[in-house]
């Protein structure tokens, strides 16, 4: 058990935990941290080892996200499933079909996803544009596949997390003028790996998820408490602590609050992911 008192809840808005690796162990570092709730988000399907032909081949990464959360449910820290495409699939899917072929793939895995989150299974989707460079042509379809995901989350009135390229506020304007598009509520429009751009996002009136490595929170908090904290704690055996550990944010918010006091962090773990994602989050 943890003996951490709780003051607070402490939440981690992007993990990711496969059985495969440390699974539940990682949940117990998070936990006996102090750690209390964690937005678990899909893996890739190729990290699985699932070769996507079909949109009906996301089944198997959806179902397995849905068991280890209630898994997780099990240990005492509360999960909320994110489910969805990633966005570097449409690169995995360009080896063997057409480049309109991987796109209407994508987007069916999303409706999927999206069936997932009517019937109450997840709290979220997840969809983007990719990281690396990639031809036009890409870029294009990807931002369409984006575009198919804000409209699905807008017609259910659900959350989206986006993992996209590296961020300033010249491509968080690009980001947010595409939401705006499909009638979106902007605030259920999450950047997940966001830089501490905290002012910018709120002018925009998206969210950052602000990744907690050195000196991001401090940075911040300077710029007030619309934000919420994560990870993108990845599971991976050949990666073993990478992107940050489980025990980080639990670790670091106890320290800040020292420092900043716990008021803060009532904003930054509870209120801020219960308005986006529509959650209750309780100790």
């Not at 918010?253 to 994602?277: Q, S």
């Amino acid at each position: 058990m943890t003996n951490i008192k709780h003051r607070f809840p402490i939440t981690d808005e992007h993990m990711h935990i496969d059985p495969r690796a440390k699974g539940l162990k990682a949940v117990k570092e998070f936990q006996n941290a102090g750690g209390t709730h964690i937005f678990l988000v899909m893996k890739p399907s190729w990290t699985l080892g699932i070769k996507v032909t079909r949109p009906e081949d996301h089944i198997a990464v959806f179902e397995e996200t849905i068991d280890i959360s209630q898994q997780i449910n099990q240990t005492g820290v509360t999960a909320f499933p994110v489910l969805g495409v990633h966005p570097a699939e449409i690169s995995k899917l360009a080896e063997y079909m057409n480049l309109q072929e991987a796109v209407e793939t994508m987007k069916g895995g999303l409706d999927i996803a999206a069936s997932y989150v009517e019937k109450g299974l997840a709290f979220g989707l997840k969809s983007g544009r990719p990281h690396y460079p990639v031809s036009q042509q890409t870029w294009d379809a990807s931002n369409e596949v984006m575009e198919y995901a804000f409209a699905l989350a807008a017609d259910l009135d659900c959350a989206i997390q986006l993992h996209t390229e590296s961020v300033g506020e010249k491509e968080l304007e690009d980001i947010t003028r595409r939401a705006k598009k499909t009638g979106i509520k902007l605030h259920r429009v999450v950047k997940h790996y966001a830089p501490p751009l905290v002012n910018v996002c709120e002018k925009l009136g998206i969210f950052p998820g602000v990744l907690a490595g050195k000196g991001a929170i401090e940075e911040a908090l300077k710029q007030g408490t619309r934000f919420m904290m994560e990870t993108d704690y990845i599971d991976d055996p050949q990666r073993p602590g990478a992107v940050l550990g489980p025990k980080t944010i639990p670790k670091r918010t106890l320290k800040l609050a020292d420092r900043y006091g716990d008021e803060p962090f009532w904003t930054v773990h509870k209120e801020n992911p219960e308005n986006i994602y529509d959650v209750d989050i309780e100790l």
